[in-house]
């Protein structure tokens, strides 16, 4: 599969890391690299531009350095074949980086609310209600933050939020929040977008405002950071970075949409290259940046305080703590912070090493595919910031693999092409039998015919579909941002139903 094969090519440019590191809590920056050592013709001499475009349509980076943006740079298009050059101003959408955000807001009001992070939920928002399983009593708003909560985040409201927008009122999204079981996992650290979302929606009824207009007010207009929204409305449509998929041997837009609704406080902001370096600089500055005094240095402290532990090796960086909002890891011989992001057509990468003054930024938004040139931008930068031994040499050895790793996944994905072109036979019954309504807690899913095609609709979700298997009814479908099988349940030569992936929705009509 295609994402299976781009997996494939990540790791495989990945190199050992020091198994020497703690995950405490930094202090202040000790040993700085000096802004004398930091060039940006240096830099942008390891940011090969015919590489960057081959990865994605565009990309932008920034690089912060003792207090300073040392370099900030656009390469390509807003769309393919369009004329829109990218700059390190342009709105790409961050997706889970938006949690960092959430996090600090949640710090903030929790200072003048002594016992907030701790108190149970249902004492401060008596509304909510939870599936019979969840050991309601421990879900704080610091577990909601660290993904410690004990809620599956496989349900309605993590759907209805990140894909389809499908709720009138916080009061209806919030009603489905039963239908989330207890996680698997207990109170240990599982990730997902449910408990920030949650998170939000408490702040707004503490504080009175949605989060957007905390996340606006508290954050993007004291640092300046105009490019910066958490409604697609407050954009302009034609100079934001359009999401690209790579399939086959081209990219094409992505079909999945953002609205001002489906933005939600785990992966609802869109930002650019010099807006998230000045978040990164007042971190690394204390709560200061560019001489101005923007956050109390304890807001700071509490982005660093590990909260939770976790153990995931993801792109070359140890994943070893959670503080409220960022993965603590263990990279490059550093302890390192850094909330990526990854939605369909988008990869976003941010990540600071205060003990060291750095930070980096990378967006790009040729989807998975262009998350591999972040991860080797990153890589090759920060070897350069901190002076690893041969790294120039190591960057051209990691260019060489990643190009040999491109021809093996073009070659996986033209065979994946050509086997799914083969699927396509004759459909058992006519196409109309496959039309209706189908219903249950995810919300309404919607089997059209158009062209003679199946297109499936959830909410603002839409997805053309495939055959994937003719003699069982069955389909291929992207609906919900990744690659699922939609089979249709008969009985009698009528359709009862379909099963989307292991969720069953009756027919309504």
């Known amino acids: 599969m295609k994402q299976q094969a781009i997996t494939l090519a990540v790791f495989a440019l990945i190199s050992s890391l020091s198994d020497d590191l703690k995950a405490q809590s930094p202090a202040q920056p000790q040993t700085s690299i000096g802004t004398q050592a930091v060039k940006s013709e240096n830099l942008e001499r390891v940011l090969n531009t015919k590489l960057i475009e081959q990865f994605s349509p565009g990309l932008s980076v920034a690089v912060v350095a003792d207090g300073k943006v040392v370099l900030s740079k656009g390469f390509g298009k807003t769309q393919i074949g369009g004329s829109v050059a990218i700059t390190p101003d342009t709105p790409f959408y961050i997706a889970s980086s938006t949690k960092s955000f959430t996090a600090h807001i949640a710090s903030d009001v929790a200072k003048t609310k002594p016992m907030l ?40 409201v993590t759907y209805r939020t990140a894909f389809t927008g499908e709720f ?34 408490i702040l707004e009824h503490l504080t009175g405002k949605p989060w957007q ?21 407050q954009l302009t449509q034609g100079e934001i970075a359009q999401g690209h998929e790579f399939f086959g041997d081209a990219f094409s837009l992505s079909p999945a949409k953002k609205i001002d609704k489906n933005m939600h406080a785990a992966g609802g902001t869109y930002s650019s290259a010099n807006d998230l370096a000045a978040w990164l600089g007042v971190h690394l500055q204390q709560g200061s940046w560019q001489g101005k005094t923007i956050f109390p240095p304890e807001l700071i402290a509490d982005a660093w305080k590990q909260t939770a532990s976790q153990n995931r090796m993801v792109a070359g960086m140890k994943r070893v703590g959670w503080s409220l909002g960022w993965d603590i890891a263990e990279y490059k011989g550093q302890k390192i912070y850094l909330r990526p992001g990854g939605f369909t057509g988008y990869s976003a990468h941010m990540s600071m090493m205060p003990e060291r003054g750095l930070g980096v930024v990378v967006l790009s938004n040729g989807g998975t595919l262009s998350g591999m040139m972040n991860q080797h931008i990153v890589d090759v930068i920060y070897a350069n910031l901190l002076n690893e031994p041969d790294h120039d040499a190591r960057r051209i050895d990691a260019e060489n693999k990643l190009q040999a790793n491109y021809a093996k996944m073009l070659q996986a994905q033209l065979a994946e092409k050509q086997k799914r072109a083969a699927r396509q036979q004759p459909l058992p019954l006519p196409m109309t039998t496959y039309a209706g309504s189908f219903v249950n807690e995810l919300g309404t899913l919607q089997c059209q015919i158009k062209d003679n095609q199946l297109v499936l609709k959830m909410g603002i979700a839409e997805a053309v579909t495939e055959v994937f298997k003719a003699d069982e009814h069955a389909f291929r479908t992207e609906l919900l941002g990744r690659g699922q099988i939609l089979t249709y349940v008969m009985k009698d030569g009528q359709v009862t139903g379909v099963n989307l992936g292991e969720k069953f929705f009756p027919k309504k009509n």
């Open 213 to 233: 207009n905390l996340v606006d007010e508290e954050i993007f207009k004291p640092l300046n950071m105009r490019n910066s929204a958490n409604r697609l409305s």
């Open 168 to 201: 009138q009122s916080t009061q209806e999204l919030l009603s489905f929040l039963p239908h989330h079981p207890a996680s698997v996992a207990g109170n240990s650290f599982e990730y997902s977008n449910l408990g920030p979302v949650l998170a939000g929606y």
């Open 117 to 156: 992070m701790t108190t149970p939920v249902q004492k401060l928002m008596p509304t909510l209600r939870f599936h019979p399983s969840v050991k309601a009593d421990e879900v704080t708003l610091e577990r909601l933050l660290n993904h410690t909560h004990g809620i599956s985040g496989d349900g309605p």
